[in-house]
């Protein structure tokens, strides 16, 4: 037994290195004389992208530097144990660097029958949601550090199941086809936002943390689970059953129609 999953753990890290470099390779994600910050949420999927690039920095193939960064919000109530995220870049041989911030939600609107065609649905449409706001302070944290420490690419640890639900939120609920890139050139500023994870699976990577047994955070964001992200992955898992290939087909689709390359 002990051989078997010696064996599974070495192919297993082989294949999330092979799809980690025909990443860097195919979207040109990492060049020489790169200084790169990396987004550490806590979750599975930020440790194991800062574990594959401290290796990959290791080998100086491309030669570039890593920076990481880890956004508390104070008003959202979750944990992550700081001390166990500093001790894993400790061991990786890459800075660690904490900020806090926080946001505002618009207080929830009630109304009776009467009041409801009173209200200007144009208004509550654009009202913004918690996980957006959140998203949105963590970037903005990102953003002006990465121009403190003078980094020209932020690394985000979004893998390809992400890209995917993604691309058939925007179709569903926006009426477009587009997805995040795995490479996106800011354009109000001189940074670049990478995906190196983009042709991993998540499965892929709840095994390797497991394998490698990462941390989880201490309690969870109370808004994880309450969003059209988490309907449209059970939508997906649905398109999985009926067709095993349907992950290759709409990434072929992406490829095919330049979305994972924004210049």
Known sequence: MTIKNDTES??????????????????????DDDRILVGLSGGKDSLCLLELMASRAKIQHPRFSLEALHVRMENIHYETDTSYLQQFCDNLGVPLHVRTTRFEVEPSVEFTAVAQQYIDAARLRKQKQPCFLCSWMRRKEMFNLAQELDCNKIALGHHQDDLIHTALMNLTFQGRFDSMPARLKMRKMPLTIIRPLCLIQEQDIKAFAEMRN??????????????????????????????????????????????????
């Open 10 to 31: 070495r192919r297993l890290e082989k294949r999330l290195n092979e799809r980690f470099v025909k990443a860097m390779a195919t979207y040109h994600l990492i060049e």
């Open 214 to 263: 990462y941390q989880k955070q201490t309690k969870c964001c109370p808004y994880e689970t309450d969003s059209h992200r988490t309907d449209i992955k059970r939508l997906y898992d649905e398109m999985e059953l009926i067709n095993p290939e349907a992950r290759f087909s709409i990434w072929r689709a992406l490829n095919a129609a330049n979305k994972l390359i924004e210049e």
